[in-house]
C-alpha cells in the first residue's frame, strides 16, 4: 500500500469531521508519522482490533469502527435472514470514543438489516457474553482495549456461544474488508430512526439482574464466607470502569462486608474543589464510600453522579438542601486535566469540627484526592 497515497486519499475525503482534517493537516510535513497511520489497516484477528486512537487507517476512529463493522455485518448476513434477525448485542467501556464507536456499530448493524441490542451505558465483558448467549444472538460487539493505555481502544468481536469469534469467521471478515472501500462501502442508519424502526433496542437493568442471578447462582459455599464476614476486608478496583457497578453487587450476595468501607461510621465533608488547579463554586456535596451512590456514563457520554435516596441518614449534617446530580457535559470532561478535592472525614454523630482538621487517629495525608 502507498501510504502517501491513502493519506491523500483520507485528507480529501468529505467523510472527515473538520477537527479530522486539522489533525491529518498538522501532521502534512511529517512522513513518518503519515507512514505511521497509513502503511496498512490493522489486522482483524479472532480478538477483532486495536490500537491507539488517532485519524489514519491504522488506528482506531469511527471510520475504522464502521469499516469494520460493514465487514462483520457481511458475515452475519451470510448466515441468512434468520442470523440477521437474531442479531447482534454491543457493549462498550468507559474509555474515550466508546460510547460513540459504539452506537456507530450499531447503526451500521441497523443499515444492514440486523437487529441490535446495545447496552445504556458501560459494561464488564462476560455480560456481554451472557446477553449473546441469553437473547439469542448470532454474534457480539465489545468495544473495549482490556488493560492497555488511554490512548487505545479497541474493536472485539464474538459468535453466537459468547466467546471470540473462530479463526475461520475472522478470516472471512479480512477478505471482506479487501474488498471494502472503508468510506464509500459502508452503509449507515442514523441510530435513532433505527430505533424508531425496532432495529435498535436498549439493554439495561433488566439484563443486569438476568446476569446477576446467574452469576450468583454459582455461589457455592457462602458458609465459609460468613464465618470470616465480619473480620475479612478487600479492596476492589474497577481499572477502566466496566465492574464498577455489578462487582461490588457480586461481593455483597456472596456475603461481604466491608468491600468499601475504609472508614466506617464516618461521612465526608467537602472543603474545596478544584479542577486543573483553579476552585470552583459548589453549594454543597455529598458523597459516600458505599454502592449507595453511583456514577454512570449515559448514552450521551455524560458523566452523571446521582444523589442516593438515603443520603440524608448519612450526609454529615443531615441536610440536603442544595443537593442535587451533578452532570459534566463532554467537552467540559475532556478539558478535565487534574480534578482535586480536599475532604474532612466526620463523625456521622457528630458535628464538623470547627477547625475543620480530620477527625482524631485519621492521618492528614487522607483527606485530599486528586484524581
Not at 442470523?83 to 456507530?104: L, P, Q, T, Y
Not at 443537593?323 to 463532554?330: A, E, F, N, Y
Given at each position: 500500500m502507498?501510504?502517501?497515497?491513502?493519506?491523500?486519499?483520507?485528507?480529501?475525503?468529505?467523510?472527515?469531521?473538520?477537527?479530522?482534517?486539522a489533525?491529518?493537516e498538522?501532521?502534512?510535513?511529517?512522513?513518518?508519522?503519515?507512514?505511521?497511520?497509513?502503511?496498512?489497516?490493522?489486522?482483524?484477528?479472532t480478538a477483532?482490533l486495536?490500537?491507539?486512537?488517532y485519524?489514519?487507517?491504522?488506528?482506531m476512529?469511527?471510520h475504522?469502527?464502521?469499516?469494520?463493522?460493514?465487514?462483520?455485518?457481511?458475515?452475519?448476513?451470510?448466515?441468512?435472514?434468520e442470523?440477521?434477525?437474531?442479531?447482534v448485542?454491543?457493549?462498550?467501556?468507559?474509555r474515550?470514543?466508546?460510547?460513540?464507536?459504539?452506537?456507530?456499530?450499531?447503526?451500521?448493524?441497523?443499515?444492514?438489516?440486523i437487529?441490535?441490542?446495545?447496552?445504556?451505558?458501560?459494561?464488564?465483558?462476560?455480560?456481554?457474553?451472557f446477553?449473546v448467549?441469553?437473547y439469542?444472538c448470532?454474534?457480539?460487539?465489545?468495544?473495549?482495549a482490556?488493560?492497555?493505555?488511554?490512548?487505545?481502544?479497541g474493536?472485539?468481536v464474538?459468535?453466537?456461544?459468547?466467546?471470540q469469534?473462530?479463526?475461520?469467521?475472522?478470516?472471512?471478515?479480512?477478505?471482506r474488508?479487501?474488498?471494502?472501500?472503508?468510506?464509500?462501502?459502508?452503509?449507515?442508519?442514523?441510530?435513532?430512526?433505527?430505533?424508531?424502526?425496532?432495529?435498535?433496542?436498549?439493554?439495561?437493568d433488566?439484563?443486569?439482574r438476568?446476569?446477576?442471578?446467574n452469576?450468583?447462582?454459582?455461589?457455592?459455599?457462602?458458609e465459609?464466607?460468613?464465618?470470616?464476614?465480619?473480620?475479612f476486608?478487600?479492596?476492589?478496583?474497577?481499572?477502566?470502569?466496566?465492574?464498577?457497578?455489578?462487582v461490588?453487587?457480586?461481593?455483597?450476595?456472596?456475603?461481604?462486608?466491608?468491600?468499601?468501607?475504609?472508614?466506617?461510621?464516618?461521612?465526608?465533608?467537602?472543603?474545596?474543589?478544584?479542577?486543573?488547579?483553579?476552585?470552583?463554586?459548589?453549594?454543597?456535596?455529598?458523597?459516600?464510600?458505599?454502592?449507595?451512590?453511583?456514577t454512570?456514563?449515559?448514552i450521551?457520554n455524560?458523566?452523571?453522579?446521582?444523589?442516593?435516596?438515603?443520603?440524608?441518614?448519612?450526609?454529615?449534617?443531615?441536610?440536603?438542601?442544595g443537593?442535587?446530580p451533578?452532570i459534566?457535559d463532554?467537552?467540559?470532561?475532556?478539558?478535565?486535566?487534574t480534578?482535586?478535592?480536599?475532604?474532612?472525614?466526620?463523625p456521622?454523630t457528630?458535628?464538623?469540627?470547627?477547625?475543620?482538621?480530620?477527625?482524631?487517629?485519621?492521618?492528614?495525608?487522607?483527606?485530599?484526592?486528586?484524581?
Amino acid at each position: 500500500m502507498d501510504f502517501m497515497q491513502e493519506y491523500e486519499k483520507w485528507f480529501h475525503s468529505p467523510a472527515l469531521s473538520p477537527e479530522e482534517h486539522a489533525e491529518l493537516e498538522s501532521i502534512k510535513d511529517d512522513p513518518k508519522e503519515i507512514e505511521s497511520r497509513f502503511f496498512g489497516p490493522l489486522e482483524f484477528g479472532t480478538a477483532g482490533l486495536r490500537g491507539t486512537m488517532y485519524t489514519g487507517l491504522h488506528n482506531m476512529n469511527i471510520h475504522v469502527i464502521r469499516w469494520a463493522t460493514q465487514g462483520f455485518a457481511d458475515v452475519i448476513a451470510a448466515e441468512g435472514e434468520e442470523g440477521k434477525r437474531r442479531g447482534v448485542a454491543i457493549c462498550m467501556d468507559c474509555r474515550n470514543h466508546s460510547m460513540e464507536f459504539a452506537r456507530a456499530a450499531a447503526e451500521v448493524c441497523a443499515a444492514n438489516g440486523i437487529h441490535v441490542r446495545i447496552f445504556d451505558s458501560l459494561r464488564p465483558t462476560p455480560e456481554l457474553s451472557f446477553a449473546v448467549r441469553e437473547y439469542g444472538c448470532q454474534a457480539g460487539i465489545n468495544v473495549t482495549a482490556s488493560h492497555n493505555p488511554k490512548e487505545y481502544n479497541g474493536y472485539k468481536v464474538y459468535w453466537s456461544d459468547g466467546a471470540q469469534l473462530p479463526p475461520h469467521h475472522a478470516d472471512a471478515i479480512a477478505k471482506r474488508l479487501e474488498e471494502i472501500d472503508i468510506f464509500d462501502g459502508v452503509k449507515r442508519m442514523d441510530f435513532e430512526e433505527a430505533v424508531k424502526s425496532g432495529l435498535i433496542e436498549t439493554m439495561g437493568d433488566e439484563t443486569d439482574r438476568k446476569f446477576m442471578a446467574n452469576v450468583t447462582a454459582m455461589i457455592n459455599d457462602r458458609e465459609t464466607v460468613a464465618k470470616v464476614a465480619d473480620t475479612f476486608k478487600l479492596v476492589y478496583t474497577p481499572f477502566h470502569g466496566c465492574g464498577y457497578k455489578l462487582v461490588p453487587e457480586a461481593l455483597t450476595a456472596l456475603g461481604i462486608k466491608h468491600g468499601e468501607k475504609l472508614f466506617p461510621g464516618m461521612s465526608i465533608k467537602l472543603n474545596d474543589i478544584r479542577i486543573n488547579g483553579e476552585s470552583v463554586a459548589f453549594t454543597k456535596g455529598y458523597t459516600s464510600s458505599d454502592d449507595g451512590v453511583e456514577t454512570r456514563m449515559n448514552i450521551m457520554n455524560e458523566w452523571v453522579a446521582e444523589v442516593p435516596t438515603d443520603a440524608s441518614v448519612r450526609s454529615y449534617d443531615k441536610d440536603l438542601t442544595g443537593v442535587s446530580p451533578v452532570i459534566v457535559d463532554k467537552a467540559a470532561f475532556e478539558s478535565v486535566k487534574t480534578y482535586e478535592i480536599d475532604f474532612t472525614l466526620v463523625p456521622k454523630t457528630d458535628t464538623p469540627t470547627a477547625t475543620g482538621r480530620p477527625p482524631r487517629g485519621i492521618p492528614a495525608n487522607l483527606q485530599r484526592a486528586t484524581l
